[in-house]
């Protein structure tokens, strides 16, 4: 394909990838006609197998689907797909805008089913950044991550399909055989497992990120900006626990034990059933929420969901009613935090605490490796601006704006004997 072509390429909004509900099959990839995909089911089944979760298919089947899109703008079958129609691939990726989604209340109308390269995003090439926040906001075009992660996807698929017997000869997402500058695992650390330095030729370079937290005053401006008692005792949950979005909204009415304030969850990746100690304060909002519930004849019992939607018909909150439920409350703040920030901030504050160890802090929030829990003790951006600006301060010589001025009654000079210098 040449590259002017692919400036025009214009991916028909074609195939979907439906939830069956079973727990053999939970999905399947459908092509434009509405048959099942059989290479997709297949490599499905071989997740399943391997013990993945539903969520994990979920999300590979999302990065079949776009791959067959594209392959369908290109008119090219996917067994006959050859490593340059994996190189137009990631190239469309950096530059093609991210589909719109169609809201449910506007089904039905006349939308734009392609996906076009190029429009307004396109004109500018920097990061638009959250000012209460600092983190970037989500642009019309596709983050290294998600490319990243449909790079991984796609080489996946084809090594299953070549093991089998079907598919192209040569993967269209081949491995980056080129020399390097540097020795596999070079000055390796024996006490250190080996890193896999296993890489595919169209992988885009992902930045790496540091978690953000939410500072205190502004989870309290938070807090109080929530609408119902449900949601400021499923946020207290979230800041005291450190539980991931889907452990916590996947629990039932059984799994809170108040008298010892624990909660029952079930671990994401490992799925082992785990109890976190919560703070009195996620217990209390979480009883007021109840007895609201109740006294509307929500179901009531052991087996039933704890969250609920707040209006009939009851039935479990979803991820993404409880996401829409965070994005409101921060539409007053101008913010742009994430559920998932609120297990940063909690991991953030089990950290600083000096009495709290760091292996406990790993326990608490699930991580396989001590490592992954170090990251939690990088400064927060807040606490790097105020550094440097008492650099800058003290640098310039004005340090008197850093402290108090002493009590009345004190004797600057006497208080500067005292303690040593200018204080």
Request: one cysteine or more; charged letters at 25%; proline letters at 7%.
């Amino acid at each position: 394909m040449r590259r002017a072509d692919l400036a025009g390429l214009v991916v028909p909004d074609v195939g979907r990838l439906i939830s069956t509900g079973s727990e053999a099959e939970p999905y399947r990839l459908l092509d434009a006609s509405g048959e099942v995909i059989g290479a997709a089911t297949l490599f499905f089944e071989e997740l399943h197998a391997c013990d993945r979760s539903s969520a994990t298919i979920r999300s590979y089947g999302h990065d079949l689907l776009r791959w067959w899109r594209f392959l369908a703008a290109v008119d090219v079958g996917w067994e006959r797909a050859s490593p340059a129609e994996g190189r137009d691939f990631a190239r469309w990726m950096k530059i093609a805008d991210k589909p719109r989604r169609e809201h449910w209340r506007r089904r039905g109308e006349k939308v734009s089913g392609t996906t076009p390269v190029g429009g307004n995003a396109a004109k500018s090439g920097h990061w638009v950044v959250n000012e209460v926040t600092g983190k970037p906001r989500q642009g019309q075009k596709f983050s290294p991550a998600t490319r990243a992660h449909a790079e991984t996807v796609l080489r996946a698929f084809y090594d299953f399909q070549m093991s089998i017997g079907a598919g192209p000869v040569v993967n269209p997402f081949p491995v980056d055989r080129s020399p390097r500058a540097f020795r596999s695992n070079a000055h390796h650390d024996p006490q250190d497992p080996f890193r896999n330095e296993r890489k595919g030729r169209y992988r885009p370079k992902v930045p790496k990120r540091i978690p953000k937290r939410i500072p205190d005053d502004r989870f309290n401006e938070l807090f109080a900006a929530l609408s119902s008692n449900r949601d400021r005792a499923m946020l207290a949950f979230w800041v005291s626990t450190g539980a991931r979005a889907d452990e916590l909204l996947s629990m039932s009415q059984k799994s809170a034990d108040p008298g010892q304030q624990l909660i029952t969850v079930i671990r994401k990746g490992t799925r082992e059933v785990q109890q976190l100690p919560a703070s009195p304060d996620a217990f209390v909002w979480l009883r007021i929420y109840q007895e609201e519930a109740w006294g509307k004849d929500a179901p009531h019992g052991c087996d039933h969901p704890l969250w609920m939607t707040l209006r009939r018909p009851w039935r479990q909150l979803s991820y993404s009613g409880a996401r829409a439920m965070f994005s409101r409350a921060q539409s007053m703040l101008g913010s742009n935090w994430t559920i998932h920030d609120l297990r940063h901030t909690a991991a953030f504050r089990m950290t600083s605490d000096p009495d709290m160890p760091l292996s406990d802090v790993q326990w608490i929030l699930g991580h396989a490796h001590l490592t992954t829990t170090q990251l939690y003790l990088t400064p927060s951006r807040d606490e790097v601006f105020a550094h440097v600006r008492a650099h800058h301060a003290r640098y310039t010589g004005n340090t008197q704006s850093l402290h108090a001025p002493p009590a009345p009654g004190y004797n600057p000079a006497v208080l500067d004997v005292l303690f040593g210098g200018r204080r």
